[in-house]
């Protein structure tokens, strides 16, 4: 059974930095894109950065370009996201994200609060 499990969320002033990590199990982590996705209160869901599957080619949303870095470690089924000088605009739950087959999985999500 495909799990994720997000960590590494919290409360932080802007300008600060924050780094978020997903460990993937139950399914080989290697062979699949993963992605971390946010939701702010009242707006969709969108995706925020993604990473192929040996750590090649990459996506941000232009809203994160040059602040946020998508990186994973296929040895320890690990996907990280460092977000630097974060902003209010940041402010949502960020959630962890996987295609295996036809399914869809994400995590419980984390936190992030941007705020003075």
């Known amino acids: 059974q495909v799990q994720l499990v997000e960590s590494g969320g919290g409360l ?5 930095s924050l780094r978020l990590s997903c460990t993937a199990s139950g399914f080989t982590f290697s062979w699949y894109i993963m992605a971390w996705y946010r939701q702010a209160p009242g707006k969709e869901r969108e995706l925020v950065a993604r990473i192929s599957t040996i750590s090649g080619p990459t996506y941000y949303a232009n809203s994160v370009k040059g602040r946020f870095t998508i990186s994973r470690d296929n040895a320890k089924n690990t996907v990280s996201l460092q977000m630097n000088s974060l902003q209010p605009a940041d402010t ?16 419980q999500g984390t936190q992030v609060t941007v705020s003075s």
């Open 92 to 107: 949502a739950v960020y959630y962890c994200n996987t295609r295996v087959g036809s399914s869809e999985a994400w995590g």
């Open 12 to 16: 932080v002033q802007p300008g600060g």
